[in-house]
């Protein structure tokens, strides 16, 4: 049955998802894939603003930014929506995972805990 499933794009032998497709995925899926590109693009970032092109990074950061979703609309400074909107999703995250390792040390102590009383508990009946 595997074997008359379709192949992917990147399962694909062209070469542009050998030579580009499969290193970037291969990339993607190390698990400190994120902390590399964030970064090479804070040097990125520091380079360029401190360059002989720093003006044209200022302009960038001061681009008009719209969203619209219906009659919805949101206008703005690209500064603005970074430090508004990718923070805020920035620290959502990070909580997120706070969250998640505070459960699971939590509940693998708990769980842990009440295996050797069970344990504990059954040595002792069965030993009468």
């Known amino acids: ?7 992917t794009w990147l399962q ?3 070469v542009l998802a050998r030579r580009l497709g ?7 899926h190390v698990e ?21 092109w ?27 929506a970074i430090n508004d909107g990718l923070m805020a999703v920035f620290f959502f995250v ?3 995972e706070i969250k998640r390792e505070w459960w699971l040390v939590s509940f693998g102590t708990g769980v842990l805990l009440l295996c050797r ?3 504990l508990w059954g040595e002792w009946l069965f030993r009468r």
């Open 117 to 119: 009383r069970l344990r």
């Open 54 to 80: 720093s003006d044209s990074y200022e302009r960038f950061f001061h681009t008009s930014l719209t969203i619209s979703i219906g009659s919805f609309t949101v206008k703005d400074s690209l500064a603005h």
């Open 12 to 14: 694909s032998d062209r």
């Open 94 to 96: 990070v909580g997120l």
């Open 1 to 7: 049955m595997a074997d008359s499933l379709p192949r």
């Open 32 to 52: 400190a894939s994120g902390g590399i590109l964030l970064v090479c693009a804070a040097i990125a970032a520091l380079v360029w603003a401190n360059s002989g």
């Open 22 to 28: 499969r290193p970037i995925s291969a990339f993607l």
